[in-house]
């Protein structure tokens, strides 16, 4: 039987008072026992590829919402009784549910709610390949700094290329940039790594074309990528194929140095390439 029995609430704000178009910013859950928590719906990093610089400014006011129904929740308010504290945020009905944790509650109302919500799981299922990215990343900057102590700062480095934004490249140095990306075609995150891929591909770009401080300087943009070595099946082959050619198109297009792994190398064989590149960058 069920252990578990709690009554859940999506909470919904209109990015445009009075447009009538809303958004899932959080959903708050009171279990039977009186236990109660209130989970925000949105994260960062899909709000600001649907808001821009705007997207940190709606992640505040959820913050703002979520704290106050926090605050009525635990002096003993009734989930219904909640009123918004700003114009534009509204409640959905409130629902009573069974399940076997309140972990599988939330899950299920956020995922009955939220699209954002939905987003951000995607993301996180692709967090396996960014930390083999990370680990890329760190096996090229330890053959780099084993004989250039100095260069460590160049890695991960931030740069504000546009007013009000700022942008972490892979390395900048002081004749090369680089950015690396991974693609992987066994995992479910694939065209989310694609979507990176040129995403970087173009910050690379703009580092060239909009940074003065660098543009006159900079002799060599590099976009490299990780392809880990696995056993690909026909089909994950032809998908990662056909993600290498649209990215080099992409990078011809941009006039930018394309740099792709061979996927039967190992890990530390294949960063060495890119650690020569850099250690040459004198």
Known sequence: MPAVKARWMAVQAEPITFSGERITIAVAIVMED??????????????????????????????????????????????????????????????????????????????????????TRNRRENQPGQRQLVRFQKQIKDIVTATREGYGPRFNRGMSVFKNTKTQYSYIGDHLAMNLAIMDATGTGHSQQRDAAIRKLNQLAALRDHAPQFSHQLKSLVMGIWVPSHQLDERQQDLLDSYLDELAVDAKRLEVRFEPTDGRRAMADAAQPFARMILADV
């Open 34 to 119: 009186g236990g109660y928590q209130v989970v925000r719906a949105i994260d960062l990093e899909p709000l600001e590829c649907a808001f821009g610089r705007f997207g940190a400014q709606f992640l505040a006011l959820a913050d703002q919402v979520v704290a106050n129904l926090q605050g009525h929740l635990a002096t003993g308010g009734r989930l219904e009784e909640w009123r918004p504290i700003f114009e534009g945020i509204y409640t959905g009905q409130a629902v009573t549910t069974h399940n076997t944790s309140v972990e599988k509650i939330t899950a299920s109302a956020l995922r009955h709610t939220s699209l954002f919500s939905a987003k």
